[in-house]
């Protein structure tokens, strides 16, 4: 009989706890700008799951932050970014594919995904939007991900690869 939860979601779940946990607590404390560091975790699903998988590790990822204090007023706001996010970096999924260019590719477009919803939502809601605030996260999410989204795929490949991950 297998189990209904695999240790490769167990350790997504962890990286996700943990990297909301470092951007809620840690990040604020470096300074006021900071990457993304749970949205890393979704690209890495979204690229070696397709769009279905990102989406869903992204839902499941953005009830996280939704939850970390200090939460939003509104719940499910996150959830319903990252999960868009998680399909876009889904996109960029191929089959077998071990180009250095994919990762780097899907985080700029999940990282901009997010940044467009934000400010989406700013300017529905009549509030002022922090363009430079946007760039400057989408950059720096980016460029942390050049060197992590590599290091998650290929931890979580191996994983596949021992057994039943």
Same mark, same amino acid.
């Given at each position: 009989?297998?189990?209904?939860?695999?240790?490769?979601?167990?350790?997504?779940?962890?990286?996700?706890?943990?990297?909301?946990?470092?951007?809620?607590?840690?990040?604020?404390?470096?300074?006021?700008?900071?990457?993304?560091?749970?949205?890393?975790?979704?690209?890495?699903?979204?690229?070696?799951?397709?769009?279905?998988?990102?989406?869903?590790?992204?839902?499941?990822?953005?009830?996280?932050?939704?939850?970390?204090?200090?939460? =939003? %007023?509104?719940?499910? *706001? +996150? !959830? @319903?970014?990252?999960?868009? &996010?998680? #399909?876009?970096?889904?996109?960029? $999924?191929?089959?077998?594919?071990?180009?250095?260019?994919?990762?780097?590719?899907?985080?700029? =477009? %999940?990282?901009?995904? *997010? +940044? !467009? @919803?934000?400010?989406?939502? &700013?300017? #529905?809601?009549?509030?002022?939007? $922090?363009?430079?605030?946007?760039?400057?996260?989408?950059?720096?999410?980016?460029?942390?991900?050049? %060197?992590?989204?590599?290091?998650?795929?290929?931890?979580?490949?191996?994983?596949?690869?021992?057994?039943?991950?």
């Amino acid at each position: 009989m297998s189990s209904p939860i695999s240790l490769l979601g167990l350790l997504r779940a962890a990286l996700v706890v943990l990297a909301a946990a470092l951007s809620a607590v840690v990040l604020p404390r470096v300074g006021s700008l900071g990457p993304d560091l749970v949205l890393l975790v979704v690209v890495a699903a979204g690229l070696l799951g397709g769009p279905t998988r990102g989406a869903l590790v992204g839902l499941g990822a953005g009830w996280v932050v939704d939850l970390m204090p200090p939460a =939003a %007023a509104t719940l499910g *706001v +996150a !959830a @319903l970014t990252y999960a868009t &996010a998680g #399909a876009v970096s889904g996109l960029w $999924h191929r089959d077998g594919s071990r180009s250095v260019f994919l990762p780097p590719l899907a985080t700029l =477009a %999940a990282a901009s995904t *997010v +940044a !467009a @919803l934000g400010i989406l939502r &700013a300017v #529905a809601s009549g509030w002022a939007v $922090h363009w430079v605030a946007a760039g400057w996260s989408i950059a720096l999410t980016t460029a942390v991900g050049v %060197a992590v989204v590599p290091i998650l795929i290929r931890t979580e490949r191996q994983l596949i690869r021992r057994g039943p991950a």
